[in-house]
């Protein structure tokens, strides 16, 4: 039975992140199901943690450094049949028997393979798309910001030193897509704007695919063939352990002379010493990555000093309305559940995507 089966049935709704309890409308809850209850006991995990849990789900140190639930938290859990979050704790089904569905406010899932969740029978829909325009205005400004030289102008000028430094042209050149989801969608169609041309790598692809948002579309087999012809590569793939360091020594050393690479999938997709020795030989005339394999980035981290090296701390979404987004995909999604429809975004944690 679906909760629309009995619109006065009771239907608890759990939303333990604190960032998303501004933005929850108890009014257009109800108008999709009359019995909604939602509970907001805050629980969240630290970045570094849900970083580690992403890359060692499994880990018998990280369960002994998990947070223990509160009183509330764990009834909250245990009465929950929705969830609406960042986070979970891991192993959760015993935690909450009744849950049916987590919807995620993240594209990346890793973190939902410490919670078992097929082990309770669970639906995992995550947030792609919701900050997919956000990231991909930051993937454009960052390629703009190299190929017009703009921090040595800013260097200069805080030196107070006038001297040219003139930079290229983005029109005319050749863009490479690896991983065609949400954000790498959204990236081409504003590089498009510069008049570029654009390859796009996607995992579905099959023999004589195209895609309007790409000029040449390509399977992951073809990614040798796509970096060597690309003058900027951007990273957009999942991180799956299929991509574990997907751009290691080989791959950048058939990276195009010159090229830049901008990273915004997951650290663990790339070698970063291989990285570090890219730049350092002029394999790579740049590169920005906006996540690391370990977050916090540690001080003494050769990534810091790595020439023309330009981090992020894992900061190129917007939080501007970034709950209301959320909310809003999570509306629509509550709306299929209560219905019985097939819900957007599902999840294959055996996949990782």
């Not at 039975?1 to 929850?24: I, K, N």
């Not at 245990?78 to 594209?107: H, N, Y």
């Not at 078992?116 to 639906?123: A, E, F, N, Q």
């Not at 995992?124 to 960052?142: H, K, M, Q, S």
């Amino acid at each position: 039975m679906t909760p629309g089966d009995d619109p006065s049935a009771s239907l608890v709704v759990y939303v333990p992140f604190p960032m998303l309890h501004a933005a929850l409308d108890a009014e257009r809850l109800a108008g999709i199901h009359r019995g909604v209850e939602v509970l907001t006991t805050p629980f969240e995990i630290e970045h570094e943690l849900r970083t580690a849990m992403e890359q060692d789900p499994f880990s018998d140190e990280l369960r002994a450094r998990a947070p223990e639930l509160t009183d509330e938290q764990r009834d909250a859990f245990a009465r929950a049949e929705v969830v609406f979050t960042l986070d979970v704790p891991m192993d959760l089904p015993p935690k909450a028997p009744r849950l049916r569905w987590v919807q995620c406010i993240g594209s990346g899932v890793g973190q939902y393979v410490a919670a078992r969740l097929p082990d309770g029978d669970v639906v995992l829909t995550n947030g792609a798309g919701i900050a997919a325009v956000p990231i991909a205005e930051w993937v454009l400004a960052r390629t703009l910001q190299i190929i017009k030289r703009l921090p040595e102008h800013d260097a200069n000028a805080r030196a107070q030193t006038w001297k040219m430094a003139l930079g290229g042209n983005l029109s005319g050149r050749t863009i490479g897509i690896v991983g065609l989801g949400a954000i790498g969608r959204e990236a081409a169609r504003r590089f498009r704007a510069f008049g570029v041309h654009l390859l796009g790598v996607r995992r579905s692809w099959t023999p004589g695919a195209a895609d309007a948002d790409v000029d040449e579309l390509f399977g992951p087999d073809a990614l040798t063939e796509v970096v060597a012809r690309s003058d900027v590569v951007v990273l957009a793939a999942p991180g799956s352990d299929e991509n574990e360091n997907l751009f290691d020594e080989a791959l950048f050393a058939e990276m195009r002379p010159g090229s830049i690479f901008v990273n915004v999938a997951r650290g663990t997709l790339v070698d970063e010493a291989a990285l570090v020795r890219a730049l350092e030989t002029g394999q790579l005339s740049a590169a920005a990555i906006d996540v690391a394999r370990q977050e916090p980035l540690p001080p003494d981290n050769p990534l810091w000093s790595a020439p023309n090296l330009f981090v992020s701390p894992h900061s190129s979404a917007s939080g501007e309305r970034y709950a209301e987004r959320a909310f809003d995909l999570f509306c629509d999604n509550l709306a299929r559940y209560v219905a019985g429809e097939p819900l957007r975004n599902v999840v294959d944690l055996t996949g990782g995507y």
